[in-house]
């Protein structure tokens, strides 16, 4: 590849950390690189509850476990999104019912998921795509007045805002994701933000395979067992070492990306409004994470031949989600049709970003990219 998607990133300091963390005698979960990470995490997002976690997934999973919800109840997840938010719920034994998405955004509104609601809906997975969410305060209104619950799936959101408020801090819960491709990274990754202090509570022991260990470990009770559902949720320190050695550069890893992603916009903006591309739309109230540069190209035609052609000249350029409910699994719960997931499903393309991308990587794939006429 010339130009790959992504190239995961890990920092000499994270050797280093890594090395502390054995020499401390301590590889599995929990360890003073864990508590770094999470009180970082806590102070930049203003929060009082941040558990490291196995994954974004992980994440989801432990907060759908919290919602209560079972089999009977709903949970409205967007169309368009990773199957993980799907998985949670149908390992409750919930039922998914799938969103449509804002054309602009490719993430809920209040009026998608209103179209989704029924007696049954518990609770609303909102995901912020491309880390921008402008309409989730009128979400979390939405859901507040009719007593549903609210998981934010922030897997690209990690220190994106609306109204000057972070993203993940919304709702009830809010789950981020440190896989490698995302912009903050421990190869494979998550974490929960828990609003309630009730919620900690329990999040803590179902994060400990439905333990009271962190209880044990706090010194708040004399030994630990078993007294709740649970899994293992818990990342060991070696990969809380790489995420603080990531943290230790959020200040250049943000402002690389910020302007890799701004050099791509200068440069496809124009060309998008002259043949029918379009690009993605910050608006106004929004700080975002840079974590996606996508183009929707007008038809799924003409998609398939700019992918197939920068691919061709070795650019890792890709697309995203299919819908879910036209999945193998997902066509079970399908309800009804999400066209705006459908379409951009259908006209997607993902170029290569990661913070270590050089210009003269960045200006091969605009001129690759601009190359293509409608
Ligand atoms: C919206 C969304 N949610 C959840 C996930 C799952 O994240 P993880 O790989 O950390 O489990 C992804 C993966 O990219 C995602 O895009």
């Known amino acids: 590849m010339k130009v790959p998607f992504n190239k995961p990133y890990l920092p000499e300091t994270a050797f280093e950390f890594i090395r502390e963390a054995g ?13 770094r990470v999470e009180d970082w995490m806590r102070s930049m997002l203003g929060v009082e509850h941040v558990l490291l976690t196995t994954s974004c997934t992980s994440a989801l999973e432990m907060a759908m476990i919290l919602t209560g919800v079972g089999p009977g109840d709903e949970v409205i997840v967007p169309s368009f999104t990773f199957v993980s938010c799907a998985n949670a719920v149908v390992l409750r ?10 054309p602009a955004t490719l993430s809920v509104t209040p009026e998608t998921i209103e179209q989704a609601v029924t007696e049954r809906t518990r609770v609303v997975m909102p995901v912020h795509y491309a880390g ?30 609306t109204d000057s408020k972070p993203l993940g801090t919304f709702g009830n819960f809010g789950a981020f994701s440190f896989h490698e491709t995302k912009n903050f990274s421990m190869g494979e990754g ?7 202090d009730a919620d900690c509570d329990r999040a803590e022991i179902i994060r400990e395979k439905g333990t009271n260990r962190r209880q044990f470990f706090n010194g708040i009770v004399d030994k630990y067992t078993w007294v709740d559902i649970g899994s293992s949720y818990v990342p060991s320190e070696i990969l809380a070492a790489v995420l603080w050695a990531q943290f230790s550069e959020a200040d250049t890893i943000r402002s690389r990306r910020a302007m890799l992603w701004e050099r791509y916009d200068k440069a496809l903006r124009p060309w998008a409004a002259q043949h029918g591309f379009t690009t993605p739309i910050v608006p106004a109230n929004s700080e ?16 398939n031949r700019l992918l197939h ?22 066509q079970q719960f399908r309800r009804h049709p999400c066209p705006n997931s459908t379409s951009a499903s259908e006209r997607l393309v993902r170029l290569p970003l990661f913070h270590t991308m050089t210009l003269d ?14």
């Open 288 to 303: 975002p994470t840079h974590h996606i540069y996508y183009v929707l190209a007008p038809d799924s035609a003409t998609r």
């Open 190 to 196: 998550g974490a929960l933000v828990v609003r309630s």
């Open 361 to 374: 990587e960045i200006d091969f794939v605009i001129d690759c990219v601009t190359a293509e006429r409608s």
């Open 23 to 35: 020499q401390l005698n301590h590889l599995s979960g929990d360890g003073i690189f864990t508590r």
């Open 309 to 330: 052609r920068l691919q061709a000249l070795s650019i890792g350029a890709v697309f995203h989600y299919l819908p879910l409910e036209e999945s193998v699994f997902g």
């Open 93 to 102: 034994g919930a039922t998914p019912v799938f969103a449509d998405v804002d």
């Open 132 to 161: 921008v969410a402008p309409h989730i305060a009128e979400v979390v209104e939405f859901c507040e007045q009719r007593g549903l619950s609210v998981i934010e799936d922030a897997a690209h959101a990690f220190l994106g805002r």
